[in-house]
């Protein structure tokens, strides 16, 4: 174990930040492991891949009118800490306009009006005002369930003598995000897990904000109650694009565990990107007994002990000179390792459907998907190709105000489109119509426009 001396700097800091003692007690945990050596990765040798799961797509009606009957001891819960500064945006990810003037919280509100199921969300500190705020719009979600708890913050760590990080120029940089397996922790402290049980909730659905294909399935809800599991991930088939990603396996007694790819030894690249191998992904869609959950906590002292991942950072992360840090986190899918009897299911891919890039929103906003009535975004049924794919200039789209001042008009058509490529700056008019395999070059230092009502069905250089 540490000695008191070397961690209590950590304990003073967290106590005057106001962090719960459950949460200074878990950052020991993992500090404690750190110090002493530990990577927290998962060699090849350890482990077996997971040759077949319960297919979804297969799922009884049966399952679904059993999932049905438990829609009224079931939550809806959504990962909602993420700023989107990937994309430039310095607040709440989930608030960013995606369909017919519809944010990702007003779908994901819709959806759960729809069920007819609480709506919870694990917001950080600089989410919770924002997304509270925009539903208020919402009265009838309002009810005996809070709307949401707060995800925690713990210490970044100086890699050469493990001590407190400090950035006197900004020192909110001297925090980070303990990973979403904080969710376990927080659902204890904000009481909210206990406040789940005494109102008679069972179980919860839990998923990223950004992810729209999350929608409640009451056959998947059905195959989880039916078989009285503890926890349950729904994973996808991993292709090419998705090597890269953490993917399911299993140990040598066949418990189930996830390896993400900081978890992977050097030496095994190999084989944790062959997909033939190791051929299901984490889609971070997860089902929670809420009851198995509390016994679990209770068990452990309230420390679930989930696979440490340890990430090593700058403490200024746009400043590669500034000092080493490690950032420590934890994956919540990871709780599928610590739950015995835990399962997982294959889902099809539109289970799967996150919204990471500018690239990824102008699809969604475009003719070749559409919002149906019940709220979910799905492939334009009139559309006959395979999923569309967009490769933007970064250096002029990568950011939602560029590329917004790009498509002020909105999405070109793409219903008919199979690829689209932008080089160079190209600022796109009304009524565009992109059809099949399309590239567009402007190859010069000034911008270019693509005119009003325009047809483009190959390369076209401006």
């Known amino acids: 174990m540490t000695s008191p001396k070397n961690f209590a700097p950590f304990a003073q800091r967290m106590q005057q930040e106001g962090l719960p003692d459950i949460v200074i007690k878990t950052f020991e945990y993992y500090y404690t492991q750190l110090v002493e050596g530990h990577t927290g990765l998962i060699p090849e040798a350890d482990i077996e891949p997971v040759k077949s799961l319960p297919d979804a797509e297969t799922f ?3 399952l679904a009118e059993a999932g049905q009957a438990a829609l009224p001891q079931t939550v809806l819960l959504k990962l909602n800490g993420g700023l989107g500064t990937s994309m430039g945006l310095d ?16 779908i994901i509100a819709h959806q759960a009006r729809h069920a ?5 969300l694990m917001n950080s500190f600089v989410t919770r005002d924002d997304s509270l705020a925009a539903l208020d719009k919402y009265p009838e979600l309002q009810g005996e369930i809070s709307l949401d708890f707060l995800q925690h913050k713990i210490p970044k760590i100086t890699q050469a003598d493990f001590s407190p990080a400090t950035w006197p120029a900004d020192p909110s940089l001297e925090w980070c995000p303990p990973g979403h397996g904080d969710i376990y922790t927080a659902l204890v402290t ?15 659905f839990v998923s990223n904000s950004d992810n729209l294909g999350a929608v409640m399935d009451t056959a998947i809800l059905g195959h989880f109650v039916q078989n009285d599991l503890p926890f349950m991930m729904e994973v996808a088939d991993r292709t090419e694009a998705d090597k890269k990603g953490g993917h399911l396996a299993q140990q040598p007694d066949g418990q189930l565990i996830l390896r993400e790819s900081a978890q992977c030894p050097s030496d095994d690249t190999a084989s944790f990107q062959d997909v033939s191998r190791h051929k299901y992904f984490n889609t971070n869609n997860l089902w929670l007994n809420l009851p198995a959950l509390k016994a679990m906590l209770q068990a452990k002292d309230n420390i679930l002990g989930l ?7 700058t403490v200024d992360p746009r400043d590669s000179g500034s000092t080493p840090v490690y950032q420590l986190e934890t994956a919540m899918g990871s709780a599928i390792g610590i739950f015995q009897g835990a399962g997982a299911i294959r889902v099809p891919r539109t289970r799967f459907a996150p919204v ?6 102008l699809a969604i906003r475009s003719d070749a998907y559409i919002l149906t009535d019940d709220y979910r975004i799905v492939g334009n049924p009139e559309r006959t190709l395979e999923q569309i794919v967009i490769s933007l200039d970064s250096a002029y789209y990568k950011l939602i105000d560029d590329m917004e001042a790009r498509f002020p008009h909105g999405s070109p058509s793409l219903i008919d489109c199979e690829r689209l490529a932008v080089a160079g700056d190209v600022t796109f008019g009304p009524d ?3 059809t099949g395999a399309v ?4 190859a010069s230092d000034e911008p270019r426009q693509i005119e009003a009502g325009a047809v483009i069905e190959a390369e076209k250089v401006l």
């Open 60 to 62: 009884s009606s049966d």
């Open 307 to 313: 696979p440490m991942i340890r990430n090593s950072k």
């Open 356 to 361: 990471k890039t500018t690239e990824d929103l």
């Open 432 to 434: 565009v119509v992109l």
């Open 91 to 106: 607040q709440a990810k989930s608030l960013l306009m995606v369909k017919n003037g519809l944010s990702f919280l007003d």
């Open 190 to 204: 904000s009481g909210m897990l206990d406040a789940l049980l005494a109102a008679g909730y069972k179980y919860a």
């Open 116 to 120: 007819n199921i609480p709506l919870v």
């Open 439 to 442: 590239q567009i070059i402007n």
